[in-house]
């Protein structure tokens, strides 16, 4: 093949960041490989970047606006397009007010620069305060205790996993997702060499993980039952003196009010409640007090349960009172070259939570958005402010979220809804109309986010690698049109002036930062390990660290009732706990229209304990009936010992076989979607995020 040429570009379909090399011909993909003079990632790839190829040619993928009609969809133009979502949108804020008009940014609008640059006037342009995202179905517990206990709620602590000596991960799966909210490409290698150096890590988890496997230990722990874990660690190191202040001790607000509230949970009242021993909990907190360094990383599995704030908040304190926080092998902040956190210095924008409620279930307001556990109850309940049209943008709540299927229900309900999207699926089957943008390959990229959550700082900028056609317009072009229409303020950037303009004005400007310098440099620019930063980064009004917020104190006591509880009270029929669970060749909801990741044996699957299966008299792949008070699915089973007993895992992301969908998915291989399980009425209440781990079920026979 002639004139082939190469292009290097991140990765945009996970937080990993990773480089990648694309040898190209013309719009002929010949490989894909991982960039081995990445600056961040070292070489280092795993199957979702080989697919990026299936995505630009998918005869799925929608590249022109789409109509719902009696008839089916058809085709119509962007100014046709346009017009009718606009007028449609005015006019029924002008016949019901602003708040009818709801909006939901998916998950991938954080991997896309252009989406994150204009997606935000375009919602702002829309007055409404019925605003929610993916945001609260995941990691809003992260945010608020950084809002918090630093004074902003993107000044998130990364694990400084390149030169910890002893690491432990609570309710995470890094070595499968190279790290959410924490963004490390190759995790297995960098967890393998903290053993190298003489150091270890240990996983908690109600799942023996695939870094479980390679850990140094594994303990179980029953789902929902972290905090009480977190706090009797704490309690340990308290109780045996091995708390060390060391540097932060005059920047620390309220260091004895933790010591006070530990004494509640001593190892010994709450070890038959989480499922771990006395001796094994005692340990642990001897062998992270003690470490040269040390840190403690939770995730999904903590955050996404009815205590995760407290969870995260606790994650904290752990690293605080042991002296491993804003330290070279604890944990860290970063200092990006498009610092988002430190622009708060002139914007004044560093968070908010609480400012008002949720309409009908009086749920808080986080930055400007409601829970997306309550949108199904606004659009469905009837008065002042109900959502009567729906803006969906790069995302499949129905999937994705709380009672999937009574969203769906919901949205049917809508006098309009216009999706942002580029496929047909469970979510925008309902859209009147769909605005389809380019994607991957199509696009120039800085990585806005992850940069912000990265174990190093690195900076490195994508461009365009095929050119888009003329009927095809990038999601920014989209979101500048729909703003201007809708009486917005006019931005008449591109997403690479404002980026420029960005890396000029940041941290690094010293370095010579611009786009033109991160072009001539495709591998990116290594800015350096993380360094200590505090207390000049904290945006607390005192410039101190506040351990204990009153809200999280507050909240102990609802964790007090719910631990009388559960050593009293029994589920009855519902006597197993449900987790969900990630594969390293799918991505949330996203990817499942690409062949080469789905191929293979079925993995969408009941993770069952062997001991389990035999007292049901159930046989490996055979079908079962999981419920729960909410709904029910029909699933087979695969028998495997790495599930704790009483626990039981399905998938995330999987489902896609609702009538209307276009995607190839839903014909083979479809799933099902664990959202049909998980109840929007059970939800952290302290900060609205959803509730997954640990759904209560049933599981029977299918007769």
């Known amino acids: 093949m002639e004139n082939i040429k190469t292009h290097f570009r991140t990765c945009n379909l996970c937080e990993a960041m990773c480089g990648l090399e694309i040898k190209y011909s013309e719009t002929n993909i010949i490989s894909i490989k991982g960039d081995k003079k990445d600056m961040f990632s070292r070489g280092h790839i795993c199957p979702k970047a080989v697919a990026l190829q299936d995505l630009y040619h998918d005869k799925d993928r929608l590249k022109t606006p789409v109509k719902r009609t009696t008839n089916g969809w058809k085709n119509i133009s962007w100014e046709e397009a346009f017009d009718e979502v606009v007028n449609r949108l005015l006019s029924i804020q002008k016949k019901y007010g602003n708040d009818a008009v709801g909006s939901y940014q998916g998950n991938p609008n954080v991997h896309n620069s252009g989406m994150m640059l204009f997606g935000t006037p375009f919602i702002k342009s829309l007055n409404s305060k019925q605003k929610y995202s993916a945001t609260s179905v995941d990691q809003?517990?992260?945010?608020?205790?950084?809002?918090?206990?630093?004074?902003?709620?993107?000044?998130?602590?990364?694990?400084?996993?390149?030169?910890?000596?002893?690491?432990?991960?609570?309710?995470?799966?890094?070595?499968?997702?190279?790290?959410?909210l924490m963004t490390a490409p190759d995790f297995a290698n960098r967890l393998k060499a903290i053993q190298k150096r003489g150091g270890e890590f240990v996983v908690v988890d109600p799942r023996f993980t695939e870094t479980a496997k390679i850990a140094n230990q594994h303990l179980f722990i029953k789902p929902g039952k972290d905090a009480l874990f977190l706090l009797a660690l704490i309690h340990v190191i308290f109780e045996e003196k091995l708390t060390k202040k060391a540097h932060l001790e005059s920047h620390i607000n309220n260091w004895k009010v933790i010591k006070n509230l530990s004494t509640n949970f001593s190892p010994e009242k709450i070890a038959e409640t989480i499922g771990i021993p006395?001796?094994?909990?005692?340990?642990?907190?001897?062998?992270?007090?003690?470490?040269?360094?040390?840190?403690?990383?939770?995730?999904?599995?903590?955050?996404?349960?009815?205590?995760?704030?407290?969870?995260?908040?606790?994650?904290?304190?752990?690293?605080?009172?042991?002296?491993?926080?804003?330290?070279?092998?604890?944990?860290?902040?970063?200092?990006?070259?498009?610092?988002?956190?430190?622009?708060?210095?002139?914007?004044?924008?560093?968070?908010?939570?609480?400012?008002?409620?949720?309409?009908?279930?009086?749920?808080?307001?986080?930055?400007?958005?409601?829970?997306?556990?309550?949108?199904?109850?606004?659009?469905?309940?009837?008065?002042?402010?109900?959502?009567?049209?729906?803006?969906?943008?790069?995302?499949?709540?129905?999937?994705?979220?709380?009672?999937?299927?009574?969203?769906?229900?919901?949205?049917e309900q809508l006098e309009f809804m216009v999706a942002i999207d580029i496929y047909i699926n469970e979510t925008t089957q309902y859209a009147d109309i769909i605005l389809p943008s380019t994607t991957g390959l199509e696009t120039s990229h800085y990585d806005l986010a992850f940069h912000q959550l990265a174990v190093r700082n690195t900076s490195k900028y994508s461009e365009i690698l095929f050119d888009k056609n003329q009927d095809q317009k990038h999601d920014w072009e989209i979101f500048k049109e729909l703003t201007n229409r809708m009486g917005g303020k006019d931005n008449p950037a591109t997403p690479e002036i404002m980026i420029d303009y960005m890396l000029q004005k940041g941290p690094y400007k010293d370095k010579g930062l611009s786009v033109k310098k991160l072009k001539e440099n495709p591998h990116g620019i290594d800015l350096g390990e993380l360094k200590s930063c505090l207390p000049e980064r904290l945006f607390t009004k005192d410039k101190k660290i506040e351990l204990a917020p009153v809200e999280f104190v507050q909240d102990l006591n609802r964790l007090k009732n719910q631990l009388a509880e559960w050593k009293n009270n029994s589920n009855g029929a519902y006597n197993f706990s449900l987790i969900g669970r990630r594969h390293l060749r799918s991505n949330n909801s996203w990817m499942h229209n690409v062949t080469r990741l789905i191929k293979g044996k079925e993995r969408c699957t009941l993770l069952i304990n062997p001991e389990d299966a035999k007292i049901l008299n159930i046989i490996?792949?055979?079908?079962?009936?999981?419920?729960?008070?909410v709904g029910s699915l029909k699933i087979p089973i695969e028998i495997s010992s790495e599930m704790m007993e009483g626990v039981v895992s399905i998938p995330h992301g999987w489902g896609h076989n609702y009538n209307g969908s276009s995607m190839r998915i839903a014909k083979k291989n479809a799933g099902v979607s664990i959202n049909d399980l998980t109840d929007p009425n059970k939800i952290d209440f302290l900060t609205g995020n959803a509730n997954f781990s640990g759904t209560k079920v049933k599981i029977e026979r299918v007769k």
């Open 620 to 629: 490996n792949q055979q079908n079962v009936t999981v419920s729960s008070k």
């Open 140 to 180: 809003l517990p992260h945010h608020i205790s950084s809002l918090k206990m630093f004074g902003h709620h993107m000044l998130i602590p990364i694990p400084d996993i390149d030169h910890t000596s002893f690491m432990l991960i609570i309710g995470g799966n890094p070595v499968v997702s190279n790290g959410s």
């Open 278 to 411: 006395t001796d094994e909990i005692k340990k642990l907190a001897r062998k992270f007090a003690l470490a040269k360094t040390a840190v403690c990383y939770g995730r999904l599995g903590v955050s996404t349960h009815e205590f995760g704030g407290v969870c995260l908040w606790l994650v904290n304190v752990l690293n605080i009172i042991t002296d491993n926080f804003d330290k070279k092998g604890g944990a860290m902040f970063t200092l990006p070259a498009i610092d988002l956190v430190g622009m708060a210095t002139v914007t004044g924008k560093t968070g908010n939570f609480d400012r008002y409620k949720s309409r009908v279930r009086n749920l808080p307001e986080y930055s400007g958005e409601l829970p997306v556990a309550t949108l199904a109850d606004e659009i469905c309940t009837e008065g002042k402010g109900q959502i009567k049209a729906m803006v969906t943008i790069a995302g499949n709540p129905v999937l994705s979220t709380p009672n999937g299927k009574h969203l769906a229900i919901a949205l």
